[in-house]
């Protein structure tokens, strides 16, 4: 059996080399490319023209420089296989300091383009939006509305191409600009980039530079991230919201906790007495008091002192003192008020009354053992003492409160402290006191 | 995590709060002192307080 005639106008495979330098080209995209560049000669062609017209060259103006990915890799982002084909660095200028990001374009035939964005080791994957955003009016500072999550301005900037590899889907050209806005709402981002009258958006999702290398089965480790970047999570405001949310239901244990030793606590008072001293007799001024009961469990006795003192001081050395066992405990308790006015107005310190809590006291048969001192010349001093069992400390629960929210606030604090630094960068920065206009 | 850690931190703080209220601990400067004489009751005078030599403030602005 012979082979037919060969039809006249049968395909034919076209060598496609560049035609400046006649380096083999490579065209990974099946035609979806608009724009070619030859990795040898770093010309920029057309794509689309069956020729591969030369639009530009750009070898000689800027550094050639290597992808972290080579053109030519597979990697599953989102499931779906995707081959990296095209590479760009663009730079923007803020203070004339330059910075670039770089930018891998991923084509999946079935699925189409999707961007890798690279900047100081933080990776975006972005993808072209399908419905425009809703610009917020009024909103300061401005913001965007998407799939009913808000998005706030971080930067505007001009960004410019300055080097290009592979294919692109649409006509690429180094030195070609255009304004660059990011709305941010971490881990995502919104962009939108305008050249001309035409304005093109598309949304990012921060990823780690592991997950790329994971994705794309690199071998060795990604770059290290530095700095914070503008859509970077921060790892710690999840937790940051759970404390708190704990705190809460620690807060309400705490204020149960009090309600419970407040009706459960014996509070009883043990003793009283009115008592004089006067500074101005000489000899022995210590004395003892009757005794009293103390019952219940081992606990604190508070001891309270009420004086009369106006401009003065009485230091009370006390010893509550176990008639049955000789234990003693030994406090001394000054009580000073003063009280006057002078050229800054009223002025009051110290104070006529004084309470404090004895730990730990067994029961038992006490009696108090009291010895006042006070300045000779002072005259009379009126006091009482009155004595209670089982008192709760409200210091007990400032301490509490004090340890449940230091974690919470050290934790909000460094929370604040990642958003600093993410700002810092952006059109917006954060207030700090010092800086001037 | 953190959020583990916090809540058996918490856990320990209030466990620590209601250990000290039953027991009525304190944080005022107290001296324990063991075998007081009870002669004590009848001549106070004899009891020499630790605090005795304490350097009085004799305040106002």
């Known amino acids: 059996m012979s082979a037919g005639p060969m039809p006249p106008n049968r395909p034919q495979v076209k060598a496609l080399n560049c035609p400046h330098c006649g380096a083999a080209l490579t065209l990974r995209s099946f035609g979806n490319a608009v724009t070619v560049v030859c990795e040898s000669c770093h010309s920029i062609l057309d794509a689309k023209d069956p020729n591969l017209q030369v639009l530009q060259r750009f070898q000689a103006a800027t ?71 809703e610009i917020l009016p009024y909103a300061s500072p401005p913001k965007v509305k998407y799939l009913g999550e808000t998005y706030r301005h971080f930067q505007t900037a001009k960004a410019g191409t300055s080097f290009v590899l592979g294919e692109f889907p649409w006509q690429v050209r180094v030195g070609e600009s255009a304004e660059v806005t990011d709305y941010v709402s971490p881990p995502r981002v919104i962009s939108s980039e305008q050249t001309g009258n035409e304005v093109a958006w598309s949304m990012g999702e921060y990823m780690s530079g592991k997950d790329v290398w994971k994705a794309f089965s690199l071998p060795g480790d990604p770059p290290e991230a530095t700095g914070v970047y503008e859509n970077q999570p921060s790892p710690l405001s999840a937790d940051t919201k759970n404390i708190w949310v704990v705190f809460a239901a620690f807060l309400v244990l705490l204020v149960m906790m009090m309600i419970g030793f407040d009706m459960s606590s014996n509070k009883a008072e043990v003793f009283t007495g009115y008592y004089k001293y006067d500074s101005n007799q000489r000899g022995e001024a210590s004395f003892v008091t009757d005794e009293f009961e103390i019952r219940g469990h081992t606990s604190n006795v508070e001891v309270d002192t009420s004086t009369d003192l106006n401009n003065r001081w009485i230091y009370l050395n006390y010893a509550l003192i176990n008639g049955e066992t000789g234990q003693a405990f030994d406090f001394g308790r000054e009580v000073s008020y003063y009280h006057g006015y002078d050229s800054d107005g009223s002025w009051s310190e110290g104070s006529a009354n004084d309470s404090v809590a004895v730990p730990k006291v067994p029961p038992g048969r006490y009696y108090l053992r009291v010895e006042p001192e006070g300045d000779p010349g002072y005259g009379v001093t009126y006091y009482t003492i009155s004595i209670k069992r089982d008192v709760p400390q409200n210091s007990w629960y400032g301490i509490a409160l004090g340890a449940l929210l230091l974690p919470a606030i050290l934790l909000t604090w460094r929370t604040l402290s990642f958003e600093h630094l993410r700002w810092a960068e952006s059109d917006h920065p954060p207030i700090r006191i010092g800086d001037s206009e | 995590m953190i959020r583990s850690f916090y809540i058996i931190y918490g856990i320990a703080v209030l466990a620590g709060l209601g250990v000290a209220q039953y027991q009525g601990l304190s944080l005022a400067t107290i001296n324990e002192v063991k075998n007081v004489p009870r002669s004590v009751r009848d001549n106070p005078g004899s009891y020499r307080s630790v605090y005795s030599a304490y350097h009085h403030y004799t305040g106002g602005k």
């Open chain 1, 63 to 133: 550094d050639p420089e290597k992808p972290l990915i080579p053109l030519g890799t597979r990697g599953k982002i989102r499931g779906t296989e995707y081959e990296v084909i095209g590479f760009e660095r663009r730079t923007i200028h803020v203070d004339g300091v330059p910075y670039s990001w770089h930018e891998y374009v991923l084509f999946n035939p079935y699925k189409g383009f999707r961007y890798l964005t690279e900047y100081n080791g933080h990776w975006n994957d972005a993808s072209v939006l399908k419905a425009l955003p």
